[in-house]
Structures are given as C-alpha cells and as structure tokens.
C-alpha cells in the first residue's frame, strides 16, 4: 500500500479517537478517507471545541476537553485511535501509548502521524532547530513542548508500548518547497521569544536566534519529513 489514504478506503473505522486533535486537520483525513466510521471523538488539553467541531463536520462528532492521561482513566472503548503531531507534545508518551491498550476495542488500530528529525535536507535542518527553540521556549513557559524525535525514537516508542507497525508511510518531503528569509516560520519564532520573554531575552536565546534567522535567509526552511504507521496491540 503506497499512501494513508490508500489504507483508509479499506477499513471500516468504527469509533474513532483522535487524541491532541487540535483543529481536527487529520480526524477530517479520517473522516473523509475511511470506507466508513461509526462516530469521531477529537481530545484536546486545550479548548479547540468551536474549531474542531467546525472543521469535522461528520456525523456522531463530539469534542473532549482533557489531558489523554486523565482521559484514559475512563471507560472508553474505540476501534481507531490517531495522533497527529503531537507525540512530542505528550509527557510520558510511551506510558501513554502502553496504556491505550486500555480504551482499545479488539482489532482496534492505533494511527501515529509524525514530523521526525533525521534524514533531513539542510532547509528541513534549519525548520527542526527553530522546532528545537520554539520548543525549548515552550518548556519555559510550562507547555510541555519537545523538539522533534528521530524514526528510532519513535519506533522504540511504539515497541516499548507492545505495538507492532502493520502498515508504515514516509513522506520525506524532501522536494518540498523552501522558504528564504526572516519571516515565515523564524518570524513565528521570534513571536514566541517576545512571549517568553517580554522585558528581552537571554543571550544564549538571542544568539541561537540570531543564527537560525540568518539560517533561514541564507539556506531557508522547508516542511520536514513524516512518517505514518499503522499500528496494533500485539
Ligand atoms: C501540534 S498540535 C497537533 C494538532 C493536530 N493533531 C494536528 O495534527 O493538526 C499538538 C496538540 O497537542 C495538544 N496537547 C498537548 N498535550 C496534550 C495532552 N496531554 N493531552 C491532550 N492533548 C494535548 C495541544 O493542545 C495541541 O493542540
């Protein structure tokens, strides 16, 4: 099987969880790519009730304002199970994959989507390290934020939590267009200092600012890479 969306016209979804939702980008992939769903269930720590339900505008949708971990002290039973980007959002991730077992229906699946951080052209380099700041400014601030793991890392994660990979999809994005100058994904870097530090920022801050911003004008940045896996309990 070639792509994502390939897999998804085989497999009746059921009941689907779609966990750190967001705006609900990849439950409306689902929504849109499975040969059929039962009902979607987007969880987000933050508010993204108004957004997610206006973007997955399937049927049997319903929002949930909570920590995953919380959330996995419930009785919940779904058949398909995503995150999207957000593995490196999540504190003890591999605690948190092991433990879905728990909400997991027989023959349920769990979808991970995520950027990773090897292999990478040197734009896809300069987006990682800003990814890196961004993130280590986050941390600051009391966001649990980290930069982005590499494939191994994210295989271990999965190992470690009893999944096996059935189906895997790499999209390198390694033609990707890039983006040359200060703005654009530096200049959101910079908001993200302002934030963090209104009254100026460390040095240490400054300097690696400094450099990636002259990074992104000279080399630029691009998308980086992801991978798909489709995922089972052992
Ligand atoms: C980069 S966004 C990904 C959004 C979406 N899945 C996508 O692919 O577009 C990461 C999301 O993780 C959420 N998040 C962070 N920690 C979380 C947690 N412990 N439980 C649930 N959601 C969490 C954030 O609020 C944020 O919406």
Redesign the pocket.
């Known amino acids: 099987m070639e792509s994502l969306e390939e897999y998804l016209q085989t497999r009746a979804g059921g009941a689907i969880l779609?966990?750190?939702?967001?705006?609900?980008?990849?439950?409306r992939r689902l929504v849109d790519g499975l040969a059929s769903y039962a009902s979607v269930t987007g969880?987000?720590?933050?508010d993204?009730r108004d957004e997610f339900l206006a973007n997955v505008d399937g049927h049997d949708v319903t929002f949930v304002a909570?920590?995953?971990?919380?959330?996995l002290r419930g009785d919940h039973g779904f058949d398909t199970i995503?995150?999207?980007?957000?593995l490196?959002?999540?504190?003890g991730v591999g605690d948190?994959l092991r433990d879905l077992r728990a909400i997991a229906n027989a023959d349920a699946v769990v979808i991970i989507?995520e950027m990773y951080a090897d292999g990478l052209t040197p734009p896809q380099q300069t987006q990682r390290d800003l990814h890196a700041l961004i993130a280590r400014l986050h941390l600051g601030m009391g966001?649990?934020?980290r930069e982005a793991y590499t494939r191994g890392d994210i295989h271990g994660f999965i190992e470690g939590a009893g999944l096996e990979v059935a189906h895997a999809f790499d999209a390198p994005h390694d033609d990707a267009p890039v983006e040359k100058g200060p703005d654009g994904f530096a200049g959101r870097a910079g908001s993200v200092i302002a934030d963090a530090y209104p009254d100026g920022a460390p040095a240490d801050v400054s300097t690696e600012y400094e450099r990636l911003k002259a990074r992104a004008v000279e080399i630029g940045v691009a998308r980086p890479p992801q991978m798909t896996l489709v995922c089972a309990y052992e």
Do not use: M, Q
């Open positions: 779609d966990i750190a939702c967001g705006g609900g980008a990849f439950a969880l987000d720590i933050a993204k909570s920590a995953i971990a919380d959330y995503s995150v999207s980007n957000a490196h959002h999540l504190e948190i989507h966001e649990y934020h």
